[in-house]
């Protein structure tokens, strides 16, 4: 078993959590390589299909106004990105994050997300080395009805785990993630606080998988 995917096995079993067993479908997408026939289509279809969408939010508040000129900047700007690699590989994650001034997206690529058997998803978010030490940290995304402050409710605990190698460690020793809430929960939300982008390729070889599969997929004959 390989450390990532026994790292992810740990932070399931500490959640009472199963991760469905996917089979990611391997493209040419990233590899750079030689010309890629896949991100090109990619990247031919994302620029069709963003020149046709418009988005906008309704409404004459000060909030309205920001998240309009949010939506028009950053989040159409990163769209772009997004779209081309959901086509590209299968699908991504699109997640908002604020640095403290400003919003801004992370795309997850489709090899850093798991999603588990109920309601959540693991993140890696962050990694880096120091010395001849891999850290990297997870968020676990987990929304359930549970007892908040004293009343039955639906909310999303987020929770941060870090791992040092293969060894998991509380995220506040380590000086750059020191900062972040172990736990956060947020009351009156009842969905995932992040976009998922799936190509709309049907997986024949399993229609029931939750994976998505590159635009290309299937054509590995044709295209060599």
């Keep these: 078993m390989s450390i990532i995917k026994s790292i992810i096995t740990k932070i399931a ?14 493209s040419d997408y ?5 010309i890629s026939i896949t991100a090109a289509i990619a990247n031919r279809l994302s620029t ?22 949010f939506v ?20 991504c994650l699109i997640k908002p994050y604020c640095d403290g001034e400003r919003v801004g ?9 798991y999603i588990t058997e109920t309601s959540g998803d693991f993140i890696k978010c962050e990694e880096f080395k120091r010395k001849s ?5 997870f968020e ?15 909310a999303l605990f987020i929770y941060q785990i870090a791992f040092k190698n293969n060894t998991l460690i509380d995220i506040r020793d380590v000086p750059e993630w020191a900062d972040l809430e172990p736990e956060l929960v947020l009351t009156g939300v009842d969905s995932m606080l992040f976009g998922r982008i799936k190509c709309p390729t049907v997986n024949r070889s399993n229609p029931n998988s939750v994976d998505g599969v590159p635009i290309t997929y299937g054509l590995d004959s044709v295209m060599s």
Aim: hydrophobic share 35%.
């Design 105 to 113: 997206i992370d795309i997850v690529s489709n090899n850093n997300f």
């Design 133 to 137: 030490d891999i850290y990297t940290r």
């Design 48 to 69: 069709l299909t963003m020149m046709d969408s418009t988005i906008s939010v309704k409404g004459s508040s000060e909030r309205a106004k920001y998240l309009n000129n």
């Design 30 to 34: 990233s590899n750079t390589d030689y």
């Design 13 to 26: 079993n500490m959640f009472g959590l199963s991760v469905i067993q996917t089979d990611k479908s391997e």
């Design 72 to 91: 028009k900047g950053t989040l159409i700007d990163k769209l772009d990105v997004a779209v081309d690699v959901a086509l590209g590989t299968g699908d």
């Design 140 to 154: 676990v995304h987990k929304l359930k009805k549970d007892v908040v402050d004293g009343e039955y409710v639906t």
